[in-house]
């Protein structure tokens, strides 16, 4: 008997969604759209933080020694310099190690007569955090021996900033798109709720049980809502693919690297089948609450 009514709540949810098979098309299309745009957003913030993570491991802070210490003097410095914060790796570049590095650069005859004494001793430094690079500098200005720093703050502030707007800017566009899916929802299943509203009333004067009225649009809304997702998801998948594309082969490329969608790839699909199941749910039961008021 349990098996025949949750086949008849089942099949009576399918059935709400070929009832108002415009209204579904339009829910489903609603739901992608909105779990494109911000999966679209997670994923740039994926990528930006990705090259953040590239500027902290490959973007190198150069500290130049004081021409006037001693060799040994300016090797000794690199313990002063690791007992700073935000330091997780230092490299010590003697002149000679400066000049090899300069001829391997550019064309050697250029440092034929040039002596290595020419160039100072210097530190490689790589940050822990590319966000506190300007407090870093400071500190490692003030470190006696250090005639010098060179830090590009101007590169780590931009993608910094990026950042924060595109985060900033993808929470508002997630919370007023989950809005827009949740109203669409629901007034989709409010429509096969208003021409079945007597035969809800009539269930419930029969006795029928809150939930056991609510579980068909219930299910309506899960199907509808895993559809969008699963649809959602497939679409973002080509989009991602075809703009990494444009960008590995274009001049960018060179530039920067993109996240490989298939790092990224069951984390979006679980979350856009929560996001789908989510709605849909939660448009089903708002959407019937006022008609089991009988």
Known sequence: MKLN???????????????????????????????????????????????????????????????????????????????????????????????????????????????????????????????????????????????????????????ITVRNIVSVVSLVLIILLTAVSLLIMTNTIKLATFTRREEIAIMKMVGASNGFIRCPFVVEGLVLGLLGGGLAFLLEWGIYVLVCNKIVTGVTGTLISVVAFSTVMWPLLIAFMAAGVLVGVIGGMTAIRNYLKV
Do not use: P, W
């Open 5 to 159: 009514r949750i086949g008849y709540l089942i099949k009576s949810g399918f059935k709400g969604i070929f009832s108002h098979g415009l209204m579904s098309f339009a829910s489903v299309t609603i739901i992608m759209a909105c779990l494109i745009i911000m999966g679209s957003f997670s994923l740039l913030i994926v990528n930006i933080n990705n090259i953040i993570d590239d500027l902290e491991n490959e973007n190198e802070v150069v500290a130049f020694v004081d021409e006037n210490l001693s060799d040994e003097a300016a090797q000794a410095l690199q313990a002063d310099i690791e007992a700073l914060q935000n330091i997780s790796g230092v490299r010590f570049v003697s002149r000679e190690d400066a000049r090899t590095s300069f001829e391997e650069d550019y064309d050697k005859s250029l440092f034929s007569d040039i002596d290595s004494s020419v160039f100072r001793h210097r530190y490689v430094i790589n940050l822990a955090d590319i966000s506190l690079m300007g407090d870093t500098k400071a500190a490692l200005e003030s470190v006696d021996g250090i005639a010098k720093v060179n830090a590009h703050l101007e590169y780590a502030k931009g993608f």
